[in-house]
């Protein structure tokens, strides 16, 4: 896996696991994970449970009972992302380490969100967010890390930051230009195998390595 050190222009600032109910937070619960918030999304037809870092926060992400996800962003496919084993149930979401470059250096669409305040700028989404194979890759553009935030969200007490991330893809094509483009902006791998998420927190000191699967599509070294 690609330490998450500095030096890169953009920094890893959350993952996304999309879920089809929110009982699948119990796993991280279960290992002593503090729940930083969990919540309906205002407008989206989903709700969220967040584990937050000192440097960056894992994101479940579900439908509200009775409703799709995300209808007014149809190219997200969280839908399908949450309830079809066919595509992805993961996504990541990135922020820049100085002002946001102009022009960006993935293709993108902006998404203009229900939850954002009047005259926010849209968040851009990769454009390769259509790719059933791959994570979704959103630029968080003003997002700042959790332990710099002015609102003080809840941190973890057990472990400190995620140190490390790796992403496994099925399948043997090429990967998307936009995943390409990303594993030069932030410190990330990118392997072949099963449609899993892998983290190291606090440098995988211990050696404990958990599996997740198949609650969730994520494993941990810690």
């Known amino acids: 896996m690609v330490k998450l050190r500095g030096g890169m222009p953009f920094e890893l600032d959350h993952f996304m696991l999309f879920v ?80 946001p470059p102009s022009p960006l250096p993935i ?35 003003v997002s700042r890390r959790p332990d710099r935030r002015s609102d003080a969200p809840a941190l973890q007490r057990s472990f400190r930051e995620v140190t490390a991330a790796r992403v496994l893809l099925p399948g043997t094509r090429p990967f998307s230009p936009e995943l390409e483009a990303l594993v030069d902006l932030v410190p990330l791998s990118i392997g072949r195998g099963e449609t899993t998420l892998v983290l190291e927190l606090d440098g995988g000191l211990t050696g404990r390595r958990l599996d997740l699967r198949p609650r969730l599509p994520l494993m941990m070294t810690c």
């Not at 119990?26 to 969220?48: N, S």
């Not at 259509?130 to 553009?141: H, Q, T, Y």
């Open 107 to 141: 293709r993108t669409w902006d998404y203009t969100a229900p939850f954002l305040p009047r005259g926010a700028i849209p968040i851009p989404i990769a454009a390769n967010s259509g790719d059933a194979e791959e994570p979704l890759i959103v630029l968080s553009l």
């Open 20 to 99: 089809p109910d929110p009982a699948a937070a119990a796993a991280l619960v279960e290992l002593d994970l503090r729940v930083g918030h969990t919540g309906p999304q205002p407008g989206t037809g989903a709700g969220h449970t967040v584990f937050f870092f000192d440097n960056t926060y894992i994101e479940i992400v579900w439908p509200e009972p009775g409703r799709d996800p995300f209808i007014d962003a149809p190219a997200m496919h969280i839908a399908e992302r949450c309830r079809d084993q066919r595509w992805c149930a993961f996504g990541l979401a990135v922020r820049p380490i100085g002002p």
